[in-house]
């Protein structure tokens, strides 16, 4: 592809500062919500759309809601809806003092006055408005003493507020006002403070986008092929840009929509095809001898056998270890399937045939438990593993850099610390990253240069609902350990509430009395260790000294220092400790077989995937074992405490219905897929992981929940196109060359990585 002479850049990847309208204040804004390009631009798509149908004057919204005089609100008819109604702003004023305060806005039409109120935010929306400027607010009808109101309403500008800002030339103005009920759909952006501050609230927007496509839509290349567009039965580009900013009814809109959908799934999927492809029939790799006395003396060596789920991706690993081209496999398995020792056995064939193997961990702590798991399976084996991570003393740190020099460090586990310059290794040719959806691709590409293209083993104990893996790991070939040790009993999960607290410690105690281990975790009150530290502590000695003043109680939280989470967890291995009281430190990587309940008190507070995980810890033996969620029944108690505050009181029992979703699901199955992907639904692919980690794409138009049918077709039809075309050179696939050279110059650079 790179042979490929670079054409006449697309208008599409110009900068918005050539625009007029956008001078250097609106750029610089523009750049922290990811618009630089006309591209980025012309793709910030309204976020809803007025439907001139569902506006009303204040007259009708009245005459709809009173039917007759003495009606009262919940006799009003047609009020289940959301209603729309254009109206400048007449007044506005805070009533009431302190916590009773409210925000009143009084907007009007050519047909009478209403309400618009706010509970709460009066600060906030004190500075929200100007007299006589437009607004369409949105919302279900109420009153009080008959004056019809909007409690809460949503609210769009309709023209431009008079802000301070630069504008290089006068471009086409249109009074919206007049045209809502003459046909169309009128577009409302998404907009922040910090927008508006420079006039892009929804007027802006519309003025800024209109008068871009006005002036830049005949210069706008085509970025499909005709064959996909006939085959998708999809309009022209130029077409759905025009129309997704202005359509003129519902049929237009929804085609515009596909269109720029598939447009995104499609340049996504080409790169990850062709990222694929310079994999697997570019890029020379390491052609390993697969045949391994250490891997043999391994698993001879364990006191279990391996789950036929382990010898099939075992397989899998091994075929690709002895190809010539590179491996990029990602291995999926659930919480205690065993995924470490199919990795170590991978591992040790690296290792018999000369080369170093690196296993990389996103934290301290699950590194270290990582090596000393390593270790302790490795015992009587003559193999060299060393734990490389940032907070190390200077003396051992240059030791362990030494020897990864050298060659003698065989296996190196470790931390972000690997990416690091002054780590240099002999001769690196297996790689292992563990929990990858912590690592973003170009922190892959940096651990692979350290070696002559590594083959690369990724591993995540985090079930990934299919949409996600398509566009996280679309890449990569894929294994999955979709079965449990013979002698795993499923884990019994119920849900108990506070009132039942006492049963639940009768429990217990009767399982430790049949000689099993439980865990006691407590969540985080906030984000902050000491407020975490506090809350473990506390309930530490409250089950000590009133509940379990006879048994052994151990404490484990993450402001330990190594040595002293060592002992405690040595202690608790060796039985020498009943009950374990921790807080989330133990989610990952602790194995005690005996331990049988996992008791997580105010899981109420604890993500989806998080309590999957902490469950995790026990069903590791052959007994059966037991998970109790204890939960407050605080947030229905919340919600009548904020009943004068219709916001807030909304949002309390929107938590509710959440917390009941998710301890129900924990209940209902113990498959972290169906876990995985109800916690996808509940929290949107951007926080699926806890954190909104660097590899995941974000899409402007396309929704990987809903679209999903979409995405499948795009991904066939990319892939479909780089096994015919891997160099992009038929004519018929210029425009794909172009519009990737133009727009996504990162497909290039990302040609070659895992």
């Not at 109420?142 to 800002?165: T, W």
């Not at 403070?193 to 519309?206: A, I, N, P, T």
């Not at 990253?433 to 691709?441: L, M, N, S, T």
């Not at 975490?532 to 484990?556: C, I, M, N, R, W």
Request: proline share 4%; hydrophobic share 40%.
């Amino acid at each position: 592809m790179s042979s490929v002479a670079l054409t006449s850049p697309n208008i599409l990847s110009q900068p918005i500062q050539f625009l007029k309208g956008i001078g250097e204040r609106r750029a610089d804004v523009l750049k922290k919500f990811g618009v630089q390009t006309v591209h980025d631009l012309f793709f910030y798509v309204p976020r809803r759309y007025l439907d001139r149908t569902s506006i009303v004057t204040i007259e009708q919204l009245r005459q709809t809601y009173f039917r007759s005089p003495d009606q009262t609100m919940n006799e009003a008819a047609d009020v289940q809806k959301d209603f729309t109604v254009v109206g400048d702003v007449r007044s506005f004023r805070v009533m009431g003092m302190g916590k009773k305060s409210r925000f009143v806005l009084i907007l009007g039409d050519d047909t009478g006055t209403m309400q618009c109120i706010w509970f709460g935010g009066v600060q906030y929306w004190k500075t929200k408005f100007q007299i006589g400027e437009t607004l369409a607010v949105s919302g279900q009808p109420s009153a009080f003493g008959g004056v019809l109101q909007f409690v809460h309403p949503s609210v769009d500008r309709i023209a431009e507020r008079n802000a301070e800002i630069e504008v290089q030339e006068e471009t086409p103005q249109v009074d919206w006002t007049k045209t809502l009920n003459t046909g169309g759909l009128v577009p409302l952006y998404p907009s922040s403070k910090e927008l508006e501050r420079v006039g892009l609230d929804s007027g802006g927007f519309r003025r800024v986008i209109g008068n871009a496509i006005q002036k830049l839509l005949p210069r706008v290349d085509e970025s499909l092929p005709p064959y996909l567009l006939s085959r998708q039965k999809i309009i022209a580009l130029r077409d759905a840009l025009q129309r997704v900013h202005f359509p003129k009814g519902m049929d237009e809109l929804g085609e515009s929509l596909r269109r720029l959908k598939y447009d995104e799934f499609f340049y996504f999927q080409i790169k990850l095809a062709l990222r694929r492809n310079g994999i697997k029939t570019e890029m020379n790799g390491i052609s390993f001898k697969v045949q391994s006395k250490l891997a043999r003396q391994l698993v001879d060596s364990l006191s279990f056998k391996l789950t036929q789920a382990q010898i099939r991706v075992i397989k899998d690993i091994t075929e690709d270890m002895s190809s010539s081209k590179p491996m990029n496999r990602l291995l999926q398995g659930d919480v205690g399937s065993g995924k470490t020792i199919v990795a170590l056995t991978s591992m040790l064939i690296a290792v018999e045939n000369g080369y170093q193997a690196v296993f990389m961990a996103p934290t301290e702590i699950l590194a270290e438990q990582h090596s000393k798991t390593l270790a302790s399976l490795l015992k009587g084996i003559d193999v060299n593993v060393r734990l490389l991570v940032g907070a190390q003393r200077t003396k051992l740190r240059r030791d362990i850099l030494d020897d990864v020099q050298r060659g003698s460090a065989q296996i190196v586990v470790g931390t972000h610390a690997l990416f690091e310059k002054g780590v240099e290794f002999a001769n690196l040719g297996y790689v292992v990253i563990d929990e990858q959806h912590r690592f973003g691709v170009l922190q892959r590409q940096s651990l692979q240069k350290k070696g002559a293209n590594p083959d690369v083993l990724v591993m995540t104990a985090t079930p990934i609902p299919r949409t996600l893996s398509l566009t996280l790991y679309g890449d990569l070939d894929v294994s999955i350990i979709n079965e449990l040790p013979k002698d795993r009993k499923p884990i019994k999960t119920v849900l108990r509430y506070e009132e039942e607290k006492a049963s639940v410690f009768t429990f217990v105690r009767d399982e430790i009395n049949k000689g099993r281990q439980a865990y006691f975790v407590y969540p985080l009150v906030e984000e902050s260790e000491k407020l975490d530290l506090k809350a473990a502590t506390v309930h530490y000695e409250q089950l000590q000294s009133a509940v379990f003043p006879d048994l052994k109680l151990g404490l484990l939280h993450g402001r330990l220092s190594s040595e002293e989470k060592d002992e405690v967890m040595q202690r608790f291995k060796n039985k020498e400790i009943h009950i374990l009281v921790a807080t989330t430190v133990i989610e990952v990587g602790i194995d005690v077989p005996n331990a049988s309940i996992m008791v997580i008190e105010n899981a109420e507070r604890f993500g989806l995937s998080q309590l999957h995980q902490l469950r995790g810890r026990v069903g590791r033996g052959s007994e059966q074992s037991f998970c109790i969620l204890l939960s407050k029944k605080w947030i229905a108690a919340k919600a009548n405490r904020l009943s004068a505050d219709p916001v807030k009181m909304h949002e309390a029992i929107d938590e509710q219905r959440l917390a009941e979703r998710r301890l129900a699901t924990m209940v209902q199955t113990n498959d972290g897929f169906k876990i995985a992907e109800v916690d996808l639904q509940l929290r949107g692919p951007g926080d699926f992981f806890g954190t909104r980690q660097s590899g995941l794409p974000e899409f402007r138009v396309a929704d990987i929940l809903t679209d999903t049918v979409l995405l499948d077709e795009a991904r066939r039809d990319a892939f479909e196109l780089v096994e015919k075309d891997p160099h992009l050179k038929l004519p018929e696939h210029h425009v794909v060359a172009e519009h990737l050279r133009s727009l996504h110059r990162d497909a290039f650079a990302l040609m070659k990585i895992a």
